[in-house]
């Protein structure tokens, strides 16, 4: 069945092949009704299509001389999403596709009509996306884009990666199915040959890669959707809970990005909790939440805020004391 957009293509194609057509025709050839034409030709206009009206018996609708359908037709909030788009994958991939969006943005600038250039123009000065993670600035982009290649032609590799928490790293040969994006980070998932099993690695961790002349098949029914998970991380993962008494429930109710399970008590306390494979990574989240919430669990957490607090506390001793405030 016909969609609203491909009629709206239609039209415009009937249009530019033959000027001053009538509403009847536009409907026979659209298989819609009279009615259903007319508001198709106000939706155009509100698009930047220039349609004009001929009236008479001899009249019709038309473009104006010399319109021709641009290669992309976008409505207003269409355009709106490429240009938000656009600048995300710019900030999360970095040089792998900056230049992309970049030139994608431009080619698309110059043939949208004048209506839709000025929503997506609109859209750079009103509609900022921040506080998103930029790339790692670590990264080496140049492998970054030897993995993407990789995963594009489904070739195998062999890297040198180092696990968390270990000095050395291991040689290991891979499948990589595909590459995701998680808070800051590049993880590329494969199929990893030493483990046999599905393993995910963090770009920034791979010392060096080499392209071997061996193709693989992706599995038909793998989804990095369902696989990318904390629990398909490189390590087991761990669950982080923290609880915030009554007087700070609204501080977790403030940041729900940051939770995965939000539970709210018939005191009006908050259980909060998220998992993670990463024990650096969960203390630099949860100490913004401390000493106001109580972080419940892991142990090792715990442990290790613990000692993050008492080192920034001793570095602050032997500081000299700032004047008290008047």
Not at 51 to 60: K, L, Q, V
Not at 149 to 152: D, G, L, T
Not at 240 to 253: R, S, T
């Given at each position: 069945m016909a969609t609203t957009a491909t009629r709206l293509i239609h039209m415009i194609m009937a249009l530019q092949r033959e000027p001053n057509l009538s509403a009847s025709k536009l409907a026979d050839e659209l298989e819609v009704s009279v009615r259903t034409v007319q508001r198709y030709i106000g939706m155009l206009e509100e698009m930047g299509v220039p349609?004009?009206?001929?009236?008479?018996?001899?009249?019709?609708y038309s473009l104006v001389r010399g319109y021709r359908m641009p290669p992309l037709m976008f409505s207003a909030q269409e355009a709106v999403a490429v240009c938000l788009g656009a600048e995300m994958v710019a900030r999360?991939?970095?040089k792998l596709f900056r230049p992309a969006a970049q030139s994608a943005m431009t080619k698309?600038?110059?043939?949208?009509p004048e209506a839709q250039l000025a929503d997506m123009n609109w859209a750079r000065e009103s509609l900022l996306t921040r506080g998103m993670p930029r790339i790692n600035p670590t990264i080496d982009e140049g492998r970054l884009h030897q993995v993407y290649?990789?995963?594009?032609e489904r070739t195998q590799l062999t890297i040198e990666y180092?696990?968390?928490?270990?000095?050395?790293s291991i040689s290991r040969t891979i499948d990589p199915y595909a590459l995701v994006y998680s808070w800051g980070q590049q993880y590329c998932l494969a199929f990893c040959h030493l483990r046999g099993a599905l393993r995910s690695f963090r770009v920034d961790r791979i010392e060096t890669v080499e392209a071997l002349n061996v193709t693989f098949e992706r599995p038909v029914n793998f989804d990095p959707d369902d696989y990318f998970s904390p629990s398909a991380l490189e390590s087991e993962a761990f669950e982080?809970?923290?609880?915030?008494?009554?007087?700070?429930?609204?501080?977790?109710?403030d940041h729900p990005c940051c939770w995965d399970n939000l539970v709210n008590h018939p005191d009006g306390s908050v259980t909060a909790s998220f998992k993670s494979a990463e024990l650096d990574m969960a203390a630099c989240r949860v100490m913004g939440f401390l000493p106001g919430a109580e972080l419940q669990s892991p142990p090792a957490l715990i442990a290790l805020v613990r000692d993050k607090a008492r080192a920034i506390a001793e570095s602050y001793q032997s500081a000299t004391a700032l004047p008290t405030p008047a």
């Open positions: 349609i004009y009206a001929e009236r008479g018996s001899h009249g019709g999360a991939w970095g698309i600038a110059n043939v949208l290649q990789a995963v594009h180092r696990s968390r928490g270990q000095i050395h982080v809970v923290l609880f915030f008494p009554k007087n700070q429930a609204l501080v977790a109710k």
